[in-house]
């Protein structure tokens, strides 16, 4: 039997979908029922009858639990899809009923976190109290993935420096620089001018290999008329990073508006190296044909503001 809109309209029940999401989430039928404070005879009939309407199985048992069929993960996709646009719109009915209100999930990158972000949610307090945001912290490839999902309203962090995903719209803030910083105790600290010799003597603080600021880096190095330092640790941990800066005379290269947290926070110094290499766009990115939400559309206007100098 083929489908339609109007077949699969009648067929399908939201609550179904639901526990079909909720089976997913936590593995095994048990451990779904008692989060849905359901009996599990109940639950497992609702699965069953989503699986008899899409006359296909959804699930294979095992004794762990279960695990989706290639029939369930697609039908998985779509399912979560339709269960954030039940989200959006609970959003915006509480919201015409009660103001600015709801619910935003933002996806964030490390870049962000320390000091847009932070601002723009201050920010959002003063402009709708009553919003609660979900902060996800992650890599771009798998916000992206998320965000067309439906799993998140906006992401924010490094655009990508070529347009990727059509189903994606970019939005940028302003251009990120990177800088060489370190502990507020490090010889280097104290510098006007340091030599490349006093550079090369230190150990470093770089990005994995496959991080987006990666490319940066090297692009900073090579301004400098550096080779890449062979002594080094690679994270795009922001707090291990400030641990180590803190803790050792390690020198770190890092975002500017990320260091300039910690260097009014009196934990870091930037080294005097010039302007600097260019980190790359900083901005949000929406998901085309998705109206935003009206809190949303609250902290995209704050994210605005906080970009502003």
């Not at 005879?41 to 069929?69: C, I, N, S, Y």
């Not at 510098?191 to 150990?203: F, G, K």
Request: aromatic fraction near 4%; hydrophobic fraction near 50%.
């Amino acid at each position: 039997m083929s489908f339609s809109k109007l077949s699969l309209a009648r067929r399908l029940r939201l609550q179904q979908l639901a526990i079909f999401d909720t089976v997913v989430a936590t593995g095994s039928l048990l451990a779904a029922s008692r989060e849905l404070h359901m009996t599990q005879p109940a639950l497992t009939k609702a699965v069953q009858e989503l699986e008899e309407h899409m006359e296909q199985a959804l699930f294979v048992r095992t004794r762990r639990g279960v695990e989706l069929t290639d029939f369930g993960r697609m039908m998985h996709g779509h399912c979560r899809s339709l269960l954030a646009g039940v989200r959006l719109l609970a959003d915006d009915l509480n919201a015409w009923k009660a103001g600015v209100s709801g619910q935003v999930i933002v996806g964030s990158l490390l870049v962000a976190s320390a000091r847009l972000l932070p601002k723009a949610l201050v920010r959002l307090r003063a402009l709708a109290p009553d919003v609660v945001v979900e902060v996800r912290v992650g890599g771009n490839e798998a916000m992206f993935e998320a965000l067309v999902r439906g799993e998140l309203d906006v992401m924010v962090g490094l655009l990508p420096a070529q347009p990727g995903d059509p189903a994606l719209e970019h939005v940028p803030l302003f251009e990120e620089k990177l800088c060489a910083v370190v502990g507020r105790h490090h010889p280097l600290a104290s510098e006007v001018a340091p030599a490349l010799a006093q550079l090369e003597h230190y150990d470093w603080i770089l990005p994995t290999p496959e991080s987006d600021a990666m490319p940066a880096a090297l692009r900073f190095f090579e301004a400098l008329g550096m080779k890449r330092p062979v002594r080094v640790i690679e994270s795009v941990s922001i707090l291990t990073n400030l641990g180590l800066l803190i803790q050792s005379e390690m020198i770190g290269v890092m975002p500017f508006s990320v260091a300039r947290q910690f260097v009014q926070g009196g934990l870091l110094s930037v080294l005097p190296l010039g302007h600097g290499s260019v980190f790359g766009t900083i901005g949000y990115t929406l998901c085309k044909g998705r109206e935003p939400s009206p809190a949303a559309e609250r902290l995209l206007q704050a994210l605005r503001e906080a970009a502003e100098p």
